[in-house]
Nanobody, 119 residues
Framework: QVQLVESGGGLVQAGGSLRLSCAAS????????MYWFRQAPGKEREQVGG????????FYGDSVKGRFTISRDNAKNTVYLQMNSLKPEDTAVYYC????????????WGQGTQVTVSS
């Protein structure tokens, strides 16, 4: 089973940037599709986007498309979320999740990291 730990959250002004990291340990990282989710207070969890196991394909939710970029380094067992042009509505706890290729359910979730964007 893979274990996930996010880092990189913090407080940033609107228009600024942050890069989140999600470090994985355990089973072979390259066998997992990786996702980023976020959840703001009082709102449902929202999928931010994801990246294929090899890193060649990414997808994003409409609310972050063009501003956020997901990448991964399989040699470092890490997936990244580069967030640019941040808006106050991006404020949320951000989580990474892993799903093994060919499975329908998620195998693991990180503990989350808080991102706060001030106006």
């Amino acid at each position: 089973q893979v274990q996930l730990v996010e880092s990189g959250g913090g407080l940033v002004q609107a228009g600024g940037s942050l890069r989140l990291s999600c470090a994985a340990s355990g089973r072979t990282f390259s066998g997992y599709i990786m996702y980023w989710f976020r959840q703001a207070p009082g709102k449902e969890r929202e999928q931010v986007g994801g990246i294929s196991s090899g890193g060649s394909s990414t997808f994003y939710g409409d609310s972050v498309k063009g501003r956020f970029t997901i990448s991964r380094d399989n040699a470092k067992n890490t997936v990244y979320l580069q967030m640019n042009s941040l808006k106050p509505e991006d404020t949320a706890v951000y989580y990474c999740a892993a799903r093994r290729v060919g499975k329908n359910e998620y195998d693991a979730w990180g503990q989350g990291t808080q991102v706060t964007v001030s106006s």
